[in-house]
């Protein structure tokens, strides 16, 4: 890693679950490489659109141009995951281009799909699909005459010589107030149904590591943790609440706060009981750290976009 400078690391979040206080040190110290028979987890939530950020006082946003140039220092191995609402609430198909396409270029292996990626339509997130690495292992999206599941199977990669199972899903609570044809549009397995049997399935693979992408209420979250046995961690989005390492009859939940302004980094072991040990931190990133130039041309692409469409605009209407 050659980023350490480039985002904060708030020592005062590092947490570890059934560590002790020299190895949780240790742990710190030795971050940037994961131990023989561990994964690395880097993880995000909630970008909201935020491909530039803003300094504003009291709604800090560090923007994608913050966290990437610290992801692209990024020197170890590790599975890169988003719990999803990535885009922005409005619709702006632009904006949701720019931003799906520098995910795919930062390397993300799964993005869960979040509520806020319809903003666009159901029809635009049909078009995404295979394209760029968004996930969702409990939506059917029916569209005129014909239904297509979202992503039929998790996903497996390969970390660091551990094999890891990626599973996403989307909790259909959070499409409550969303109107209903597009509410139409989505057929949504309750979470917990959809899981079970496909941590069955990856358990018996076997895979190393179990990882859930969970887009909805942390209550629901907790449940999906305590009901189905096998899941090793789940990061939560939606809510945009910070949720640091916790236990859940065994099984590992954070969530990653708001307005995309965290990078959590988790390095999952199990101990001799096969029960799962983690050291964990967060890099803050802030809108005046280095942006990365690759999304700043990204952003000046697309207000130039912007200025162009208000021209014609303008032109149309004669002012
Ligand atoms: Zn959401």
Redesign the pocket.
Known sequence: MNGSARCSLRADSLRAVSLPAAALLAAALLCLAAPAGALTVLYTASLNGNLDGCDCRGHPRAGLAARAAWLRGYQGEALLVDA??ILDVAPDPELAREILEAYAELGYDAVAL???EFSNGAQAVASWRGRFPLSANNLTLCLEDRCVFFSPEPLIKNRGGETVGVLALLDPR?FALYPEELRRSLKLEEPAQAAAPLVSALRARPVDWVVVLY?GPLEEAERLAARVPGIDLVVV??EQRLVLPRLVEGTLLVSPGEEGNRVGMLTLRKNALDRTRSAHQFWQCRFDHPRDPLILARLERYRSKLREALKEENAAAGR
């Open positions: 999803g609402d979040g509520d806020q959070v887009h989005g939606h």
